[in-house]
């Protein structure tokens, strides 16, 4: 860890167990002894599936509150990519799953993981961009935006889906300018497996369908 250029924290305000450190961006990271919260295999996905002469869909006043199945990943802004995937790598071990240049990178982690665990999106300095939730279907990637929008939080993109991790998603902006993924049927890579990385054009990078991408999508605001 201290090889790779970590610095080791001697006392924390934060949980006590293992230990913290910051990363080169100065990202607080604790370091602890824990079970495998990971899937050790590609999440199924759900889908309602009818015989003819049948309603397929649930009514809406059916549809259940979405909760999510646990949460999938975490996308940072870093002002040197390079260095943010030497570091990781170096000191957690994360692999290279794809890139766009230096514009957006995805890593994994080798024990069986989905195609991206924690990812780095350029910046002008260090920030916090999403955190992703793993849903059980498209479907519940639409109700629970529909549901996040009844509650007042409107702002974000989507529906679509992802090329780099093949997810479908929907993000619902914060009320601090970050946001929330809903997340389904990811990319899986299994433990032991090599993922063949590739360094894709940003308009192949980014998303297959879905709606423009907001100006404010892309925003640091802790910049």
């Given at each position: 860890m201290l090889a790779a250029g970590a610095d080791i924290l001697t006392s924390s305000d934060g949980d006590r167990e293992g230990f913290w450190f910051n990363d080169p961006d100065g990202n607080l990271v604790q370091v602890r002894v824990g079970e495998k919260t990971l899937p050790n295999e590609k999440a199924p996905l759900e889908q309602r599936r009818t015989l003819a002469n049948a309603r397929g869909s649930l009514m809406r006043s059916e549809v259940a509150k979405v909760?999510?199945?646990?949460?999938?990943?975490?996308?940072?802004?870093?002002?040197?990519?390079?260095?943010?995937?030497?570091?990781?790598?170096?000191?957690?071990?994360?692999?290279?799953s794809d890139r766009s240049a230096d514009i957006i990178a995805f890593t994994h982690a080798p024990h069986g993981c989905d195609h991206h665990l924690v990812a780095f999106v350029q910046s002008s300095a260090k920030g916090?961009?999403?955190v992703a939730w793993e849903v059980a279907s498209i479907d519940e990637v639409g109700n629970g935006a529909t549901q996040m929008a009844a509650a007042g939080f409107k702002a974000g993109w989507g529906t679509g889906r992802h090329v780099l991790g093949s997810n479908y998603f929907?993000?619902?902006?914060?009320?601090w300018g970050s946001f929330s993924e809903y997340s389904a049927d990811?990319?899986?890579?299994?433990?032991?497996?090599?993922?063949?990385?590739?360094?894709f054009r940003p308009e192949d990078s980014l998303y297959q369908w879905g709606p423009d991408v907001p100006d404010y999508f892309i925003c640091n605001t802790e910049a």
């Open positions: 909760r999510p199945r646990r949460m999938s990943h975490v996308l940072l802004f870093t002002p040197d990519i390079a260095r943010a995937l030497a570091f990781y790598r170096e000191a957690l071990g994360l692999r290279l916090w961009h999403h929907h993000y619902v902006r914060d009320p990811m990319d899986y890579v299994s433990a032991g497996s090599e993922w063949p990385a590739g360094d």
